[in-house]
């Protein structure tokens, strides 16, 4: 089994080579590693250019429309079983990263998505605590489309499964991970596992899909449009996005101190929910 690899950058040229040496250290090594720039300003192209002399990596798109138009032209050029994509601030925490997931592939041979866990980092890379996403002891896998949290960069798809969803909607900034990856889960066998951690996700202040940031609320709000229908969950998240905009219009120190409150109670209510109210 051939397993392709996304990377896509831009400007993290401080993360980069934590994230390459991670995939170039794998004892696995049937691999396809597909690399992109976003017109980078900060020196990342020099060190790709390196990797990728080194290990026969390609560099196959150096401007796109977002991060989602990048990851889909390299997924739609890349050859391998298993495809992924490993954002260029993240990093396999183990050399048998790969290994591992091919062997659950190798023993569970219907299964197309493989889902699985790691670490928050900080940005020196230290690991913070275990990732935890919309776990909830009561719910099952067909309430996949109330759950939608996945840790992106340990999870792994078959690629069919990226051909029959027509790639990821380039119309999310935040959310078109969880979107694809949904709609991957509502439509093809998926194992959840979490407790199996390969991945460490970093935690740096500029990461697009964590923060309580008005238009990614608006964002999540679109997002649950599509599974959902104009329904509460619609209607609340608007409401929350409403709150949060006003909100940042007070001093800094102030809104950030509201709005992680606000986050607390979201989440908190989600989780003893089920998630049917939303989370943000």
Request: aromatic share 16%.
């Amino acid at each position: 089994m051939k397993v392709s690899i996304i990377v896509p950058n831009r400007n993290y040229a401080n993360f980069l080579p934590v994230c390459l040496d991670s995939i170039a250290s794998q004892t696995y090594q049937n691999i396809e590693v597909l690399l992109a720039d976003g017109s980078s300003e900060d020196g990342s192209l020099g060190i790709l250019e390196d990797y990728s002399r080194r290990y026969d990596w390609k560099i196959f798109s150096l401007s796109d429309k977002g991060q989602a138009d990048a990851i889909n032209k390299g997924l739609s050029i890349a050859t391998g079983d298993i495809q992924c994509w490993l954002n260029s601030d993240d990093y396999f925490l183990s050399n048998k990263a790969l290994e591992k997931v091919v062997e659950i592939y190798q023993e569970f041979s219907d299964l197309d998505v493989v889902s699985l866990g790691g670490y928050y980092t900080n940005e020196n890379g230290y690991w913070l605590r275990p990732v935890l996403l919309n776990t909830h002891p009561l719910q099952r896998q067909t309430d996949i489309a109330f759950r939608g949290a996945f840790l992106q960069p340990a999870t792994f798809w078959k690629r069919h499964v990226f051909e029959e969803l027509n790639g990821l909607d380039s119309t999310y900034r935040f959310s078109f991970d969880s979107h694809f990856l949904i709609r991957a889960g509502q439509r093809f066998n998926m194992l959840l596992d979490q407790n199996i951690k390969i991945s460490g996700y970093r935690l740096h202040g500029s990461n697009l899909s964590v923060g309580v940031k008005p238009e990614r609320i608006k964002e999540l709000a679109e997002f649950n449009r599509y599974f959902f229908g104009f329904g509460f969950r619609y209607l609340y998240l608007n409401f929350i996005a409403a709150i949060v905009s006003f909100i940042c219009l007070f001093p800094n120190a102030i809104s950030k101190k509201i709005n992680y409150v606000i986050y607390l109670i979201s989440n908190l209510a989600s989780f003893l929910s089920l998630y049917r109210i939303p989370s943000i």
